[in-house]
C-alpha cells in the first residue's frame, strides 16, 4: 500500500493543460526532464513553481510524481497533503496520504486520516490495508499519549503536524505550530525542542540556543534538548561548551522518542566515531532494528564505523538506512563513494556541507555559488567571494570540518576558494586537508600543490596518504579532476554504456554486437570523437587493424586534442618502434594543466611505456609514483607498478 503503481514515462508526462504561459513552458521543461527520467532536474524546476505557484494543483501533482520516483518520502508528503487540500474528500489522496504517515512514521496523523479514508470510500481497493492500520494504531492511543505527556489528542496531532513540517523543511509553519502548542500546554517539552529547530533553521541561532539551555535548566538530561543545542554551538564556534553536553548525552539513561538517532546525531557534530559506535553497541543490545529508529540512525552510525575501520559493519547500516529510506541521498552516495577504491573515496561524511554552517551562512554561499557559476567575469567572481568570506567568518571556521565530513562539494568548495584566497588561515586549513586522510588522492595532491606553493609542505619529498598506505612522494603537477557528466542524448547513452560493456568482454562476438550499436548511435551524433575511437576498439577486436587505423588517424587529424585518439596512435607507433613519432604526438599533452581521470589513466600508461622504451626507467618511475597519486584502479597501473618498483 505504500507504494504508487509505476507508470510508464509518456503516461505520467503527457500533457494536462496549462495555465499561465511562464507556468506552462516550465512545466513543458518538467515534463521533459521525465521523459528522460532526469527527475533531480524535473524536482528542482518544480519546487521553485511551487513557490511561484502553490494555488495551481497540477503543480504538486507533478511534485508527487518527481518525488516518488526519487523515494523522497517527505516531498510526497508534502505535495499529497497539498493535493488534499484541493480535494478534501478525495479517497485516493486521503488513502495515498495515510499510506505516507504510516511510512514516515507519523502515527496519529496515520490514524486520522485512515479513519477518514474509510468514510469517504469503505469500499476502496485500500480499504482493507487501511483499516489494519486503525485496527493496529488505536489500541495503543493511550500509550502513545502518555508516551508524549499529554492527554489532548488534538494538540497531540497538531504537535505530530509539526514535526512534519520540520521534516519538510517548512520551517514557519512548524514554528507557528510550536508556538500554538506552546500556547496550550506550556510545559510541553518537546514543543520547545520543536521551537528551538526551527528557530535555529530560519536564522534565529541565539533564540535557538537560549530555548535549548532552558529546556535543560528544567529537564537535564532530554536527549533532544542535549543534542541540538550540541549542534548548535559547535556551528556557532563554541566546540568547548558542546563537549561538555556531549558527555552528558553519551552517559543519559534518560528515554525519549526516536532516542538513539538524536544520540548519534549530537555525537556527529562533534566528530566522536568512538563514541558512537559505543551508543550503537548500546542501542543494539537493547533492540534498535525494531524501534522507531529512521534511516538517519542507520546512516549516522555507518560513518562512525566506516571511519573506525569496521567496514563490513558500516555497509549493513548503509544497507539496513536505504531499505528503510530507499530515497536518502546521503546514504545512496556515502554508499557508492565506499564502494570506490580506496584512492577514489572521500572519506565517509555524516551531513551534508551546508549542515555544518549557520543557516544564513549556508544560504548566502549557496546563492553566491549560484551566481558565480558560468560568469565571464573571473575577477568579479573573486571579488564577490572575497566578499562572501568577509560576510561570515564562520564559513572559514567550519571549513575544516566541512572538508573532513561535508562530502565531495564541501571538499570542492575547499579547494576552489584556496585557489583564489591564499590567505594563511587558509593555506594551514588546506596543508592540513593534503597531509590527511579525507579527499581522494587526487584532491590532496591538489592541496598538497597549493600547500607547496605556499611553501608549507616540500614538493620533491613529502609524505601523503596514497592508495590507502602512507608514502612519500614527488607532488603530482597536474589537476585531476572526476569523469564529466555525459553528454549525449539519452537513447545515445544507453547504446555506448551496452556497447562499452561488450568491449570490456574482449570477445570477438561481442565486438561485433558493439561494433552494430555504436553504428545506431553514431547516426545520431555522427560527429562524437568517443564514439568513434570505440569503433575503432571494435573493429581491433575483429582483427580489422587497418580499418581501425585508418579510424584513429581520422580521429586524430579531425580532432587533434582528443586525447584517446592521440594515445592510441602513438601506442600504434611504438609497437612499429617509431619512438619519435609517438613522442611527437604524447609531448603536447603534457602542457595541459588538466586530466579527468580516464584520460590521465590512458596517457600515463601510453607515456610510461614511451619512457622505459628510451631508456629513462628513473622518469618512468616518477611518473608512476605521480599515477599512483590519482587513486587510479586499472590493470595498466598494476602491470606497471609490477614492473618498475618491484625491481
Known amino acids: 500500500m505504500g507504494k504508487r503503481k509505476k507508470k510508464k514515462a509518456t503516461a505520467t508526462w503527457a500533457p494536462r493543460g496549462f495555465g499561465k504561459k511562464s507556468l506552462g513552458v516550465e512545466l513543458q521543461r518538467v515534463q521533459a526532464y521525465g521523459a528522460k527520467e532526469n527527475w533531480r532536474a524535473a524536482y528542482e524546476v518544480l519546487q521553485v513553481l511551487t513557490e511561484q505557484y502553490p494555488q495551481e494543483k497540477q503543480v504538486w501533482e507533478y511534485l508527487a510524481d518527481v518525488s516518488y520516483e526519487l523515494q523522497d518520502l517527505q516531498t510526497y508528503q508534502k505535495a499529497s497533503e497539498k493535493i488534499l487540500e484541493f480535494a478534501p474528500n478525495d479517497a485516493n489522496a486521503l488513502y495515498r496520504l495515510g499510506s505516507l504517515y504510516v511510512n514516515n512514521v507519523h502515527p496519529l496523523l496515520a490514524l486520522q486520516t485512515m479513519e477518514r479514508a474509510l468514510a469517504a470510500e469503505p469500499d476502496h481497493q485500500f480499504a482493507p490495508q487501511a483499516q489494519e492500520v486503525v485496527n493496529n494504531l488505536k489500541p495503543h492511543l493511550p500509550d502513545l499519549l502518555e508516551d508524549m505527556g499529554l492527554d489532548d ?41 520543536n521551537l528551538a529547530l526551527a528557530n535555529w533553521a530560519e536564522g534565529r541561532v541565539e ?35 558542546a563537549q561538555v553536553y556531549g558527555e552528558r548525552l553519551k552517559n543519559t539513561q534518560a528515554e525519549a522518542w526516536d532516542s538513539w538517532t538524536k544520540r548519534v546525531e549530537g555525537l556527529s ?36 564505523l566506516a571511519r573506525t575501520s569496521d567496514e563490513p559493519r558500516a555497509l549493513k547500516q548503509w544497507k539496513t538506512a536505504l531499505k528503510r529510506s530507499p530515497g536518502m541521498t546521503l546514504a545512496k552516495e556515502n554508499l557508492s563513494d565506499f564502494r570506490r577504491s580506496v584512492g577514489q573515496r ?12 549557520l543557516p544564513n551562512t549556508a544560504s548566502d554561499v549557496f546563492n553566491t555559488i549560484q551566481g558565480a ?30 572538508m573532513e565530513r561535508g562530502g565531495p562539494l564541501g571538499q570542492q568548495f575547499g579547494l576552489m576558494i584556496a585557489q583564489h584566497f591564499r590567505t594563511p588561515e587558509l593555506l594551514e586549513i588546506i596543508k592540513d586537508f593534503a597531509l590527511g586522510q579525507n579527499g581522494t588522492d587526487s584532491m590532496r595532491n591538489q592541496a598538497a600543490i597549493i600547500a607547496a606553493e605556499a611553501g608549507l609542505i616540500p614538493k620533491d619529498k613529502v609524505t601523503l596518504w ?68 570505440n569503433l575503432a576498439m571494435a573493429y581491433i577486436l575483429q582483427d580489422r587493424q587497418a580499418e581501425a587505423d585508418a579510424l584513429v588517424d581520422d580521429l586524430v587529424e579531425r580532432f587533434p586534442d582528443y586525447l584517446f585518439a592521440r594515445c592510441a596512435k602513438a601506442r600504434n607507433h611504438l609497437d612499429d618502434g617509431n619512438i619519435d613519432a ?49 587513486g587510479a584502479d586499472s590493470v595498466a597501473l598494476a602491470y606497471w607498478t609490477d614492473k618498475l618498483l618491484s625491481r
Open 153 to 193: 489528542l488534538e494538540v497531540a496531532i497538531l504537535h505530530e503536524r509539526g514535526q512534519a513540517y520540520l521534516s519538510q523543511g517548512d520551517y514557519a509553519a512548524a514554528r507557528e505550530v510550536a508556538l500554538e502548542v506552546i500556547q496550550r500546554h506550556p510545559k510541553f517539552v518537546s514543543a520547545h525542542n
Open 466 to 533: 596514497i592508495q590507502g598506505e602512507w608514502r612519500e612522494i614527488m607532488l603530482l603537477a597536474y589537476e585531476i579532476y572526476p569523469e564529466p557528466s555525459s553528454d549525449h542524448a539519452k537513447p545515445v547513452e544507453k547504446l555506448l554504456a551496452q556497447a562499452t560493456k561488450n568491449l570490456y568482454q574482449h570477445d570477438k562476438a561481442a565486438a561485433i554486437e558493439a561494433e552494430a550499436l555504436l553504428q545506431q548511435a553514431l547516426e545520431v551524433e555522427p560527429e562524437a570523437p568517443d564514439l568513434l575511437n
Open 582 to 630: 609517438a613522442e611527437a604526438l604524447l609531448t603536447p599533452m603534457l602542457s595541459r594543466d588538466r586530466f579527468h581521470t580516464s584520460e590521465f589513466d590512458t596517457f600515463a600508461d601510453v607515456y610510461v611505456r614511451l619512457l622505459v622504451e628510451k631508456n629513462q626507467v628513473d622518469g618512468a618511475r616518477i611518473w608512476l609514483q605521480m599515477w599512483q597519486q590519482t
Open 207 to 241: 533564540d535557538a540556543i537560549a530555548t535549548s539551555q532552558s529546556v535543560l535548566s528544567d529537564h537535564p538530561d532530554n536527549v533532544h534538548a542535549l543534542s541540538n543545542l550540541i549542534r548548535f554551538l559547535v556551528i556557532s564556534g563554541d566546540g568547548e561548551a
Open 373 to 402: 557559476v558560468g560568469s565571464s567575469q573571473p575577477a568579479k567572481t573573486v571579488a564577490v567571494m572575497e566578499q562572501l568570506l568577509g560576510r561570515h567568518p564562520d564559513l572559514l571556521t567550519m571549513l575544516p570540518r566541512i
Open 346 to 357: 572521500h572519506g565517509a561524511w555524516p551531513l551534508s556541507w551546508e549542515q555544518w554552517l
Open 269 to 304: 557534530y562533534l566528530a566522536d566515531d568512538p563514541g558512537i559506535v559505543e551508543v550503537l553497541d548500546r542501542a543494539e543490545a537493547d533492540g534498535v532494528d525494531s524501534s522507531p529508529a529512521g534511516a538517519l540512525f542507520f546512516h549516522l552510525t555507518a560513518v562512525a
